[in-house]
T-cell receptor, first 112, second 115 residues
Framework: NAGVTQTPKFQVLKTGQSMTLQCAQD?????MYWYRQDPGMGLRLIYY???????DKGEVPNGYNVSRLNKREFSLRLESAAPSQTSVYFC???????????FGPGTRLLVL | QKEVEQDPGPLSVPEGAIVSLNCTYS??????FMWYRQYSRKGPELLMY??SSGNKEDGRFTAQVDKSSKYISLFIRDSQPSDSATYLC???WGAGGTSYGKLTFGQGTILTVHP
């Protein structure tokens, strides 16, 4: 039982390049989330998926797209990376009646 | 004004001290309150979970919620160097799946416990 896994762990992009961050969970959870974490800003929700087949915007969705590929996998795509998207990205999932989330180890992204 | 305010610290205490971490919030609809611990270069992990007002104790950790004051606290007794981490408060308004588990986080408090 690996919980929530994320790939890659670290990535360097040039401005304008695109990439997809991958996330998978093996806890049979319905809901999945993407956050970014910046110094002094806490965790901010980018997009979430309440269940397979649905996605919705969070607090900071601009510049990102998501795909809920199946119940296990939820990917985050940067179509044209900008330096402002330099951050640590966390994926999380929630499957129960409690409002708790389980987080992956994060992806550190540097956009030059 | 942010919905959830948390003093970022940093907070430095000697081993064995009692640590108090706090968050205030403005949304009276919040019902579920959590504390996450995040070690350096790791993902947040759930530490404490409380529904509505009251206290909850788990070993050296006590979580308190005062909804009338919109104030939550985490106390760490007999703090250890292994408690050195960033502590994030989080809260949610929904019940079951209605809020889709969406959480609002504080900025996080950096805690260092020195031997």
């Amino acid at each position: 039982n690996a919980g929530v896994t994320q790939t890659p762990k670290f990535q360097v992009l040039k401005t304008g390049q695109s990439m997809t961050l991958q996330c998978a969970q093996d806890m049979n959870h319905n809901s999945m989330y993407w956050y970014r974490q910046d110094p002094g800003m806490g965790l901010r929700l980018i997009y979430y998926s309440a269940s397979e087949g649905t996605t919705d915007k969070g607090e900071v969705p601009n510049g990102y797209n998501v795909s809920r590929l199946n119940k296990r996998e939820f990917s985050l795509r940067l179509e044209s990376a900008a330096p402002s998207q330099t951050s640590v990205y966390f994926c999380a999932s929630n499957g129960g009646t409690q409002e708790t989330q389980y987080f992956g180890p994060g992806t550190r992204l540097l956009v030059l | 004004q942010k919905e959830v305010e948390q003093d970022p610290g940093p907070l430095s205490v000697p081993e064995g001290a009692i640590v108090s971490l706090n968050c205030t919030y403005s949304n009276s609809a919040f019902q579920y309150f959590m504390w996450y611990r995040q070690y350096s270069r790791k993902g947040p992990e759930l530490l404490m979970y409380t529904y509505s007002s009251g206290n909850k104790e788990d070993g050296r950790f006590t979580a308190q919620v005062d909804k009338s004051s919109k104030y939550i606290s985490l106390f760490i007794r007999d703090s250890q160097p292994s408690d050195s981490a960033t502590y994030l408060c989080a809260m949610s308004w929904g019940a079951g799946g209605t809020s889709y588990g969406k959480l609002t986080f504080g900025q996080g408090t950096i805690l260092t416990v020195h031997p």
